[in-house]
């Protein structure tokens, strides 16, 4: 038992007496005082048994002139209301003595009810707050179940007036709360409890359509290479997901896939043509699941966007090189490839980027081409790029744009050198800085990157 525990009782035999304290009070000032027969002033309460009315049938109190018309208003319980202000007082301290110990051991959040609780989320901005943080604990601690369940996914799922499904504000908060306590079925790591997802919450899930943003930098110099970004993102439930494909507008030619949540992806669009004042893509929706099973799939949606572009200038006008000599030090130190031992031709690196958190590299684009050589050849040129973000809820994200095939030492098949033969060196480039699609500036210079062999 904690020293906080140990005092519980304290603040509930505290409250107890508070409440009979309070309880007491209000009974003696709005029930104790009744007439039990005797006639009396309602106003100043002085004795006026044995009073005669009047001709009228009226009475008039001797003491402060007061005239009462009938003999039923001098037989009134004497209420003594300005006693029932302290009477609230002491019932609210009861209260507030009383829930102490669950508000020190829970939060204060914890006193509101289930029902209630998500419809707190209207005043928050993401999904990181206490309200929040309230409501994922409550769903991770199994506190709602049932029928509650459902209509805090049926909620989840429909934000409110400030934050409409799918808005920005809606993805802040209710989309990244859904993200967190997403329910899953299906093949899970260790660790991770199966579990039926209840038909209301898969409904409610299933009712949020999956978005695909693109974006690109509203001015790209002439002559470079187009890129444009698009982030797919679905708050179903596991296994659900979906899967989206870019095409060119006119030949329909697949250009890039989008595969579940979170999933961010560049790619380039050779068919937009000087004096073009917008990239147009094609896009197509199906649900990965309804793929695996049956091999046929109908679209989900689809549809024909545009974004909007201009063609101008060079890249120095656009991004400013870094050169500073303590980032290429970090960047140095946060970049490895992280290789595991060939096993046939599956093996490809990983790029470690988890010691960029720091915000030396806050929106400064790393970008530029990984050359690996071996036996005193170069056999591969990979672009790279990241860019370190600061989020709403404080911490730091990284950016990556990078899929695994571009890493793929299959690239290099024809020598088959062991990775402890590769030698791998990262050099910035402005032209795959573009692609980094917010970045007004970049890293600029040159490393080595090691090769960390893992055998897993
Ligand atoms: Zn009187």
């Known amino acids: 038992m904690t020293g906080t525990a140990g005092l519980d009782w304290l603040w509930h035999a505290?409250?107890?007496?508070?409440?009979?304290?309070?309880?007491?009070?209000?009974?003696?000032?709005?029930?104790?005082?009744?007439?039990?027969?005797?006639?009396?002033?309602?106003?100043?309460?002085?004795?006026?048994?044995?009073?005669?009315?009047?001709?009228?049938?009226a009475f008039k109190c001797p003491e402060c002139g007061r005239a009462i018309r009938h003999e039923r208003k001098l037989r009134r319980t004497r209420r003594r209301w300005r006693w029932v202000l302290p009477t609230c007082l002491l019932l609210i301290g009861a209260f507030a003595?009383?829930?102490?110990?669950?508000?020190?051991?829970?939060?204060?959040?914890?006193?509101?009810?289930?029902?209630?609780?998500?419809?707190?989320?209207?005043?928050?901005?993401?999904?990181?707050?206490?309200?929040?943080?309230?409501?994922?604990?409550?769903?991770?601690?199994?506190?709602?179940a049932g029928e509650e369940l459902t209509r805090l996914y049926e909620k989840l799922a429909r934000g409110d007036f400030r934050a409409p499904t799918l808005s920005e504000r809606w993805r802040r908060t209710y989309g990244r709360i859904i993200r967190t306590i997403k329910p899953m079925t299906g093949p899970l790591a260790a660790g991770q409890v199966s579990q039926e997802i209840p038909e209301g919450v898969r409904a409610a899930l299933m009712s949020i359509p999956p978005m695909l943003e693109f974006r690109t930098r509203p001015v790209w110099p002439v002559g470079a290479p187009l890129y444009v970004e698009v982030r797919s993102d679905d708050w179903w439930p596991r296994p659900y997901s979906h899967l989206a494909s870019i095409h060119a507008p006119d030949d329909d030619k697949f250009v890039a896939r989008s595969y579940g949540y979170d999933g961010l992806n560049v790619f380039a669009v050779p068919w937009v043509k000087p004096g073009d004042r917008d990239v147009r893509i094609t896009y197509r929706i199906v649900q990965?699941?309804?793929?695996?099973?049956?091999?046929?799939?109908?679209?989900?949606?689809?549809?024909?966007?545009?974004?909007?572009?201009?063609?101008?200038g060079t890249i120095e006008d656009l991004l400013t090189p870094v050169r500073d000599p303590d980032?290429?030090?970090a960047l140095a130190a946060a970049l490895k490839l992280d290789c595991l031992r060939p096993s046939?031709?599956?093996?490809?690196?990983?790029?470690?980027?988890?010691?960029?958190?720091?915000?030396?590299?806050?929106?400064?684009?790393?970008?530029?081409?990984?050359?690996?050589?071996?036996?005193?050849?170069?056999?591969?040129?990979?672009?790279?790029?990241?860019?370190?973000?600061?989020?709403?809820?404080?911490?730091?994200?990284?950016?990556?744009?990078?899929?695994?095939q571009h890493l793929d030492f299959a690239n290099a098949r024809p020598v088959r050198p062991t990775p402890e033969a590769w030698t791998v060196r990262f050099r910035s480039?402005?032209?795959?800085?573009?692609?980094?699609?917010?970045?007004?500036?970049?890293?600029?210079?040159?490393i080595d990157v090691p090769v960390v062999i893992r055998t897993r």
Request: charge should be neutral; hydrophobic fraction near 40%; aromatic fraction near 10%.
């Open 14 to 57: 505290c409250g107890a007496a508070l409440a009979i304290a309070g309880l007491a009070l209000l009974v003696w000032a709005l029930l104790w005082d009744r007439a039990r027969g005797r006639m009396r002033c309602p106003k100043c309460w002085y004795d006026m048994q044995g009073a005669e009315a009047d001709d009228a049938g």
């Open 97 to 144: 003595s009383t829930v102490t110990p669950k508000a020190k051991r829970d939060g204060v959040l914890s006193l509101v009810p289930n029902a209630v609780l998500p419809h707190l989320l209207v005043f928050v901005d993401h999904g990181e707050t206490p309200i929040a943080r309230e409501v994922k604990r409550r769903v991770t601690d199994g506190q709602y």
């Open 288 to 312: 990965s699941e309804q793929l695996r099973t049956s091999r046929q799939s109908r679209d989900y949606a689809s549809g024909v966007t545009s974004v909007p572009i201009e063609l101008r």
């Open 327 to 329: 980032l290429t030090a």
């Open 344 to 404: 046939r031709f599956q093996t490809y690196p990983q790029l470690q980027n988890r010691d960029t958190r720091t915000p030396a590299f806050v929106d400064i684009a790393i970008a530029g081409i990984l050359e690996f050589s071996a036996n005193g050849q170069v056999w591969a040129e990979v672009p790279a790029w990241w860019m370190v973000k600061q989020t709403p809820y404080g911490f730091l994200t990284i950016e990556e744009c990078n899929t695994r």
């Open 429 to 446: 480039d402005p032209e795959i800085a573009l692609r980094v699609i917010d970045a007004t500036k970049y890293w600029e210079g040159e």
